[in-house]
Each structure stands twice: as structure tokens, then as C-alpha cells.
């Protein structure tokens, strides 16, 4: 380890102050904050339409700002037009020229002032070797395959030595099989450079493999920024526990507090979870989140542990797991995720009663919180984790 | 009577007869379609002044008496300096106006595309009339520049219409890739733009070409005594009945064979099909 | 007192700067060059065209005026010596006559393309079809001239043939001169009859055709109800085209063709040949002005008949 280093301040290579952005009324961004640090693999989530393309076009400089700032290496580049920043992207589409073979794609940011041609070669030479193209550089881009298509994307790129590369779902367009092994690919390249990547996808299985800190982002707004694990495990927000993973949402008003637990009366059962650092007040709504990975069907629980009686309504086999799907008394839906085909009765059969259970521990506490902005809105209303 | 059996195809087995009469009708109407083109070949080789069947012996006698005479030839080549430059005029003015529209959102931009469609729209012996009275106010009527420059407003439609369809085959991220990749406007309607464009380009230019090559009235209007080819062939028709235009003719369709397997090459891949960039 | 109209709002963020940063020089010249361009070759020679309707012919010399003699001089003869008004009827009778021939002949032509012909014949087909429109017009009509004299080829080869009876006087009749515009007009409508057609959804027909409709019905029903569109555009552009051109009329018609109206020539024809005998720019600029304003006339009230079919078929 650089004992250095580990003093030092992180860098930051880029940072986003308050960056927002509307198209007549609609808002694409609300003042969004972020910072990616040197060297550091972030990774963009959300919906279709959740603003995460335009925020990294707008980092791009290929579309502008209503208001905010850009800070690029510490220097402000909010005002440079698009082709004097040193950030570059990486497309969907590939967005190759398909009149220039791959060699001159590749070096196509290269010759575009004054050039050595010998050195762009030898440049070239190098990075088409770092991405395995060394044997296509003469081929059509039409010949290529998605896959080889996607590193000459990459190797255009890199080649220039951007300050960050920017990558707009870049694998999306490949098939499954291909996206995975890209996956790894390019995570071992963004350490073995030892640059900055921000990566828009709307995969979590893609975020959450590459990314060293993934912001989830809802109606232009960043709902969490984290480590994966963090996001996975703690959900912030109702958004995220239900667009991450397979979470089950109780909501319940809590009913009291001991021993740093709370109990929450629920629509089927009370339940129990870790209070945390500033409780929620007794009377209060809440909801409740616990993974589907976390709940145990046996029995008899162990002691203290959340119990919840439910009806196996149908499952789904999905190679390495199972995922169980359970109604509760009041209609509610339950999923339980096994890692083995569920073996206390065998089979286990539609329609039959079972006892779940799980620890207060896992059980992530969320609370109403109105949103700045959509106050006014009726029935909108987003939670906001508390405790860690 | 409705058939039991509906074949996946609805125009397949039992329509024998439709099929027949559709074919024959095919027939027929090609027939008449190369008609005209067939006489003007097989009579430029015909002995008689008066083409008649049966026929009266084969000759050369009709192109000799072309490049003897010399005023077709004149107008020919005329033609020929005149319909490429009003060409080219075009395809600039077009690929200007169609990036134009393409790339960019302005205040008139529908008013715009209309004015630079319009003349197609106005029957060219109206244009004509004009093009003559504000050209002889100006002095720049009766000469080839003077035919240059009004078939350039006629024909830069056509020529921006095929553009305009490649350049919207373009995807956008194309553009801003090479902005991206640090390219200015210019460098990037350079290097990637136009290089994309260029099939369009060539193919509006064709398309151009041809419309000049073949236009009378607005010709016979301006060009004075700086004949274009169909305007000498129309005096040329007018005054007698002479088998030369024949041979004019099948010269001209032999130069058009050539531009046509162009447009076989550039303009059907664009107008007919999805035609595929080659980078998605 | 606080001045109302000092902006309230900072001024934040970056304006579009940022992502069209040397697009306005770009911008200024492709619109610019071609709207000036424009302005200066098409729409300022039609505007002069307006003017010089009014202007006069004096000593051979055109004289600025403000003078309605031209239109006067029009209105004197438009049932006498030059009988505009039946050299209008004439161009009307044909050109809307070989509008609607035009297409009839056209449209099956089209549909034989699509329907009958297997798919992969469909590009050498319509290359076969637009290859007349790469040969001369002018060019073309002289060869349907040596086709359709009296004793040309069509009517030698009867004879030779042995049906003299057979024998036609088509030259110099309005039908020749209709023939030379369909000839002319047949693979623009081709093209542009096609792209409706072939657009046609084909499972929409089999549809039809799997409840139970004939291919009359499936014809009746489906295809030509979708072809509407295509079938008025193509008409109306024949119509215009047919309206404005001098050539068929002269070399085909003669001049002064024979209709059903008469041996009277077409409104362009006479408007080409009074500038060719007088060339009195002004008069003919003000012919020109009529011939606009029946186009428009003709276009407006095509554009009421479409509309009226159009609320009869809904």
C-alpha cells in the first residue's frame, strides 16, 4: 500500500455541482451532485427516462446545461464546447465511421490537427493490441463482429488519453453471452489504466459486477450513491429497494421501541427491525425492506426472529436459484429466494401454508419522506432510509 | 364463390387468370414503353427519309450526316457542358440546404424546404417567361451561363430530395462521435458527413443531370442562340423530317444507358431499400 | 422604486454554447447561400414576372409602365382572332383527360408489378419503367411522330401487313398529343405509384383474404382505399405537368391539334408560339400570369373534389 496515498485527499477527477436540466417543463435533471474520483469505476442505474443518458451527454458537452457546473481535474469546463473536452464517449451504437476502415476509426481523434504519422501508427499499433484489434485493423467496420465493433468504440477512444471515458450502455447491443464476457473485459482494462470510468446502464447485474460506487438514479434525481454492496444490501429509498434486487416492502405505523429495536404493526404481522441512529418516533409511518435472499422458510424460527405466515402461490426455477412467490392473509405479495430447490418437504406445492422467517437485522428501516419539489403532488411521496 | 382454402399468400393458386392478365398486361405496357425508344435505334440504321415498313435497307448515311453537319453536334456538346456544371451547382446548393435542414432547427425552417421545392412545382414554361425577363433586364440572357444558372433552380430539388433521404440513413450519434472525438463542424461535415453522403450526392447528381440534359422550354427561353440539345432538335423537327435525330437519338440513349446503370448502382439502393449504414 | 424589468433570475449554468460552439458559421452558410440563391434566381424572377405583365413594349423596346393594355389587349381577344378562353378550354380538356389516362393506364401497370411479379424482379422491373425518362423527351416525341404519321410506321406496317382498314390519322390530333404526355409521364407515375402500392401492408390483404374476401374485394376493399393518396398526387401532378408543356402539343398536336373542341392549340403552345412570332415579353409575361391563376384555379378545385370524395367515402 502507498501510505501516501491513503494521507493524501482523494483526487477527483470529475465532478457535477447542482446540474440540471429541462426540456420545456419538463425536468430531465433536478440539481444533481456528484463526485467520481481518480481511478474510480461509477456506474450510472436507472429506468429508461430516468436522466442518466442525459446527464452523461451533458458531461459529454453534446448537450447543454440549464444550470450547474462541470468541474473536469479541478478546472471549471462547463463553457467548452464539445470537441475541445477531454472526455470522450463510448456508444450504444458504436457510432463507428463506416466509411473508414478500423486503423483510421481508431485514429480518426488523432489526425484531426497537425499529426506525426508514424507516431499515431505506433499509437495505434499499441492500443489496438491493449483491446485485442491487432489482427482487424485493416478489416470494414461492417465486418466486425458487435463485440469486436464495441473495442474499436473503445480503442477510438482511449487512444486520444481522455481524462475520463464516458460509456452510454455500451454493451446492450450485444447478446448475453457476450455482454458478460465484455463485462470482465473491461473492468481488468479501467484497472489496468487506471482511469476514471462513468458508465450509464439500465443492468444492474452490469452495474453491480464493474462499478466501484453505483449511483441509482429516479426522475432526474440520484436516489442513492454507493458501493454496490451498500446499495444492495442498505436501500435508501423506496425506489431503490424496489428497483434493486427482488426486495419485499412492508409498510406499518411502529408501534414501539426496546432494546434498539422497533416494531412495526404491519397489514399481516408485527414486525421487528434494527432501529438505528435516529429512530422514527412511535406512531410514525414506515416501511420496511428485507431482501428476498434473507427469508428462510422452516418450522420453527429461532428466537426473535420476524414471523410471517403466507400461501405458496407459484415459483420459478431460474438455474441457480429458485424464486418463491407467497400471498399473505391480506393479499400481499412475499418472495423468497432459495439457493437449492426448496428440500425441508421435497416439492414444495402450490397452495401450501408455510412460515417464513427472518432477522430484525435484516430488516431495513425507510421512512415518508416528502420529496423537495413534488410537495404539492398528492400521493408522491419517496423514503428515505434511516439509521445507516 | 369463396375458396375453402386461403393460401398463406392471398395472391398465389387460384388466381391463374389474374396472374395471366396481369402478366400480359405487363407486357403490353412495356411494349409501349420502349416503343418509341426502339424505332428512334432500329430507323437511325433505316435507308428511307420516311421511316415505313416494310423497311427500305440498312445505312450509316444518318450519323455520317450528323458529324457533317455539325449544328446537332454544337448543341451536344453544349448540352454537355451545360447540364454537368447546373449539376454540380445543384448538388452544392442541395447538400448545403438539406445539412441545413437536417442538422439544424431555425426559425422558417418549413418555409425554408418549400421555397427550395417549389420550382419543381411551377410548370417550366411560367419559369421560363421569368427567368427571361429578369435576365435580359440584367443583360445575361442568350448564353450558356444564363441556362447554367436557371437550371440550377430547377433541378437543385431533386437533387436535395435524394440527399436528404441519405443523410436521414445517418444516425445522429455518427455527427456527435467525431465531435466527441474532438472534431470541429467543419472537420466533421469533412470527414464524416459528406464521405457518408457522398452515394446521395452522386445520385442527386444523376438525377440533376438528367433533368437538365432534358429540359426544353426554359432552355429555349434563355439560351438565345447558345442552343441546348433538345432545343436544337425541336427546330431541327419543326423544319423538316429528318432520320439524323434518330441517329441523335440512339446516341443519346446510348450515353443515358450509362448514367442509368448509376442510378441502378447509387440512386435505387437509396430510394428502394433500408439502406445500412454499416455501423449497427 | 424597484425597476420592474431588472432579471430576478442569476444567470446560471451554460447556455447552449457548450454543445453548438462553432455550429452558427456552419449554420449561416447552408442556409444562407442556398436562400440566397433562391431568392435571387427563382423568387425574384417570378416577382419580376408579376410586374412585367404591366410593363409595355414600345419601338421594340421594353419600357417600364403601369399599364394594363396587355390584359386588356387578352381580355379583348378572349373570344375572338386568338380565342384565348377556348385555347384554355383546350389545355384544361387535355391536360386533365391525360391525367386520368395516365394514371388508369399506370395503376395497373403497378399493382401487375407488385402482385404478379415475384419480389426479386420488382428493381429490374422499375428500372425497365423509368429507363424512357433517361432518353430524350424531345427525342422521344420525334420517334412517336415517325410511329404515328399517316403513312408512318404503325400504318405502313398495317398495310404491309394487309389490314388497311386498320389505318388511323392519330399525327396532329390532341389523342397523339395525349399519347406523347402519358409516354412521358408514365415512369415518374410508375415510381410514384409503386412506393404507395408496395407500401401496402400485404398482411392486411391476406387478412381480408382470410375472412373471406375475393381479390376483387380484397382490391376493392383494402388496396385501393390505401392507394388513395398515392392516386391523387400522381393525378394531380400529371394534371400540372400536362397543363404546362409545350412539347406533345406542338410536335404531336401540331400546334393546333383536333378535340372534340376543335382544331384549337393548347394554351402553352400559344403562349410559346405568339413570343416566338412577336416577342413581346411583356404580353407574354402576362399570358403567363393567366396561365398561374387557371393552374391554381384547376389545383384549388381538385383539391374540393378530393375533400368532397373524401367525406363521401368516410
Known amino acids: ?388 | 364463390m369463396a375458396s375453402a382454402i386461403h393460401p398463406s399468400d392471398p395472391l398465389a393458386a387460384d388466381g391463374r387468370g389474374w396472374r395471366l392478365a396481369g402478366r400480359l398486361y405487363m407486357a403490353v405496357g412495356y411494349f409501349f414503353l420502349v416503343l418509341p425508344i426502339a424505332t428512334m435505334i432500329v430507323f437511325s440504321f433505316q435507308k428511307g427519309q420516311f421511316a415505313s415498313i416494310p423497311g427500305q435497307g440498312w445505312t450509316f448515311q444518318w450519323y455520317g450526316k450528323l458529324f457533317d453537319d455539325g449544328t446537332l453536334l454544337a448543341a451536344l456538346l453544349n448540352s454537355l457542358i451545360v447540364s454537368p456544371l447546373a449539376a454540380t451547382g445543384a448538388c452544392v446548393l442541395g447538400f448545403l440546404a438539406a445539412y441545413s435542414i437536417h442538422r439544424f432547427r431555425f426559425w422558417g425552417r418549413g418555409a425554408f424546404s418549400v421555397l427550395l421545392v417549389l420550382p419543381v412545382l411551377i410548370p417550366p414554361l411560367i419559369l421560363g417567361v421569368a427567368f427571361l425577363g429578369l435576365l435580359s433586364r440584367i443583360g445575361l440572357q442568350g448564353q450558356l451561363s444564363s441556362v447554367i444558372l436557371t437550371h440550377m433552380v430547377v433541378i437543385t430539388a431533386p437533387a436535395m430530395a435524394v440527399i436528404q433521404l441519405r443523410l436521414g440513413q445517418m444516425p445522429s450519434s455518427l455527427e456527435e462521435a467525431a465531435w466527441d472525438l474532438g472534431a470541429t463542424q467543419f472537420q466533421t461535415l469533412y470527414k464524416v458527413v459528406l464521405p457518408f453522403a457522398l452515394p446521395g450526392i452522386a445520385g442527386g447528381w444523376l438525377l440533376a443531370f438528367t433533368f437538365s440534359f432534358d429540359e426544353f422550354i426554359i432552355a429555349w427561353f434563355v439560351s438565345g442562340f447558345e442552343q441546348t440539345l433538345p432545343v436544337a432538335v425541336y427546330a431541327y423537327i419543326v423544319g423538316s423530317v429528318d432520320p439524323s435525330l434518330n441517329a441523335v437519338g440512339s446516341i443519346v440513349f446510348a450515353l443515358s444507358m450509362l448514367s442509368l446503370i448509376g442510378v441502378e448502382l447509387l440512386l435505387f439502393p437509396i430510394l428502394l431499400s433500408q439502406y445500412r449504414s454499416g455501423d449497427d | 422604486m424597484v425597476a420592474a424589468d431588472v432579471p430576478q433570475s442569476i444567470p446560471t449554468g451554460v447556455p447552449e454554447a457548450a454543445a453548438t460552439a462553432g455550429l452558427n458559421s456552419l449554420k449561416a452558410v447552408g442556409i444562407g447561400v442556398p436562400l440566397l440563391y433562391s431568392l435571387t434566381f427563382f423568387a425574384a424572377p417570378l416577382v419580376f414576372l408579376v410586374v412585367l405583365g404591366f410593363w409595355l413594349v414600345e419601338d421594340f423596346q421594353v419600357v417600364p409602365a403601369l399599364s394594363l393594355d396587355n390584359y386588356l389587349d387578352i381580355a379583348e381577344h378572349m373570344f375572338a382572332k386568338s380565342n384565348y378562353a377556348l385555347a384554355i378550354a383546350q389545355s384544361l380538356w387535355v391536360a386533365l383527360t391525360t391525367a386520368f389516362f395516365a394514371v388508369l393506364v399506370c395503376y395497373p401497370m403497378v399493382l401487375a408489378i407488385v402482385y404478379v411479379a415475384p419480389r426479386s424482379r420488382h428493381r429490374l422491373l422499375l428500372m425497365l419503367a423509368v429507363a424512357p425518362f433517361w432518353s430524350s423527351y424531345v427525342l422521344r416525341l420525334f420517334s412517336w411522330q415517325i410511329l404515328l404519321a399517316n403513312k408512318g410506321i404503325v400504318n405502313s406496317g398495317l398495310a404491309w401487313a394487309g389490314f388497311e382498314n386498320l389505318q388511323f390519322k392519330l399525327l396532329y390530333t390532341q389523342i397523339a398529343t395525349r399519347i406523347g404526355l402519358i409516354h412521358y409521364l408514365a415512369p415518374i407515375l410508375i415510381v410514384v405509384l409503386y412506393v404507395t402500392v408496395a407500401n401496402i401492408d400485404r398482411h392486411l390483404i391476406q387478412a381480408a383474404r382470410d375472412l373471406g374476401a375475393t381479390r376483387w374485394q380484397a382490391f376493392r376493399r383494402v388496396i385501393l382505399p390505401m392507394s388513395r393518396t398515392g392516386l391523387l398526387v400522381s393525378t394531380s401532378f400529371a394534371a400540372i405537368v400536362s397543363f404546362g408543356d409545350v412539347l406533345s402539343g406542338a410536335l404531336l398536336g401540331g400546334g393546333a391539334g383536333a378535340s372534340v373542341l376543335g382544331s384549337v392549340p393548347l394554351f402553352s403552345n400559344m403562349i410559346m408560339s405568339e413570343y416566338a412570332s412577336s416577342t413581346n415579353l411583356p404580353r407574354t409575361a402576362a399570358l403567363a400570369m393567366i396561365l398561374v391563376l387557371v393552374m391554381v384555379l384547376m389545383l384549388a378545385g381538385g383539391a374540393a373534389l378530393a375533400e368532397r370524395t373524401k367525406v363521401d367515402a368516410g
Open chain 1, 1 to 388: 500500500m502507498n501510505v501516501i496515498s491513503d494521507i493524501a485527499a482523494p483526487q477527483v477527477d470529475l465532478e457535477l455541482r447542482g446540474i440540471a436540466k429541462n426540456f420545456g417543463d419538463f425536468v430531465a435533471l433536478e440539481h444533481v451532485d456528484l463526485s467520481i474520483e481518480r481511478g474510480e469505476f461509477v456506474a450510472i442505474m436507472g429506468p429508461s427516462g430516468c436522466g442518466k443518458t442525459t446527464l452523461l451527454r451533458i458531461v459529454a458537452g453534446l448537450e447543454s446545461m440549464s444550470s450547474g457546473q462541470l468541474l473536469l481535474r479541478g478546472q471549471d469546463i462547463s463553457a467548452l464546447p464539445v470537441h475541445k473536452r477531454s472526455t470522450r464517449l463510448v456508444w450504444q451504437n458504436f457510432a463507428l465511421f463506416p466509411h473508414l476502415n478500423v486503423r483510421q476509426n481508431i485514429a480518426f481523434g488523432l489526425t484531426l490537427g497537425r499529426h506525426d504519422k508514424a507516431a499515431v501508427k505506433a499509437k495505434v499499433d499499441e492500443i489496438a493490441e491493449l483491446v485485442q484489434l491487432g489482427q482487424f485493423l485493416d478489416r470494414r467496420v461492417s465486418q466486425l463482429s458487435g463485440g469486436q465493433k464495441q473495442r474499436v468504440g473503445i480503442a477510438r477512444a482511449l487512444v486520444t488519453e481522455p481524462e475520463i471515458l464516458l460509456l452510454d450502455e455500451p454493451l446492450s447491443a450485444l447478446d448475453a453471452h457476450l455482454r458478460i464476457r465484455m463485462q470482465s473485459e473491461m473492468k481488468r482494462l479501467q484497472q489496468r489504466l487506471g482511469l476514471s470510468f462513468l458508465y450509464v446502464t439500465h443492468n444492474q447485474s452490469e452495474a453491480f459486477s464493474m462499478a466501484d460506487r453505483v449511483v441509482v438514479m429516479n426522475k432526474g434525481r440520484i436516489e442513492q450513491y454507493g458501493p454496490p454492496e451498500e446499495i444492495y444490501t442498505r436501500p435508501r429509498t423506496h425506489f431503490v429497494a424496489e428497483f434493486v434486487g427482488s426486495n419485499n416492502i412492508f409498510d406499518g405505523k411502529v408501534v414501539d421501541m426496546q432494546d434498539g429495536l422497533i416494531r412495526v404493526q404491519c397489514a399481516d404481522a408485527i414486525i421487528s427491525a434494527a432501529a438505528g441512529e435516529r429512530p422514527p418516533g412511535k406512531g410514525s409511518t414506515v416501511s420496511l425492506v428485507v431482501q428476498a435472499d434473507k427469508v428462510r422458510s422452516s418450522p420453527i424460527g429461532m428466537p426473535g426472529e420476524n414471523m410471517l405466515g403466507a400461501v405458496l402461490s407459484g415459483r420459478e426455477f431460474t438455474g441457480s436459484q429458485v424464486i418463491y412467490y407467497l400471498e399473505t392473509a391480506s393479499g400481499g405479495e412475499v418472495k423468497m429466494v432459495a439457493q437449492e430447490p426448496f428440500s425441508q418437504t421435497g416439492r414444495a406445492a402450490i397452495n401450501m401454508a408455510m412460515q417464513l422467517y427472518w432477522s430484525p437485522a435484516d430488516t431495513v428501516v425507510l421512512r415518508p419522506n416528502i420529496v423537495p419539489g413534488v410537495e404539492n403532488m398528492p400521493g408522491r411521496h419517496s423514503y428515505v432510509a434511516l439509521g445507516t
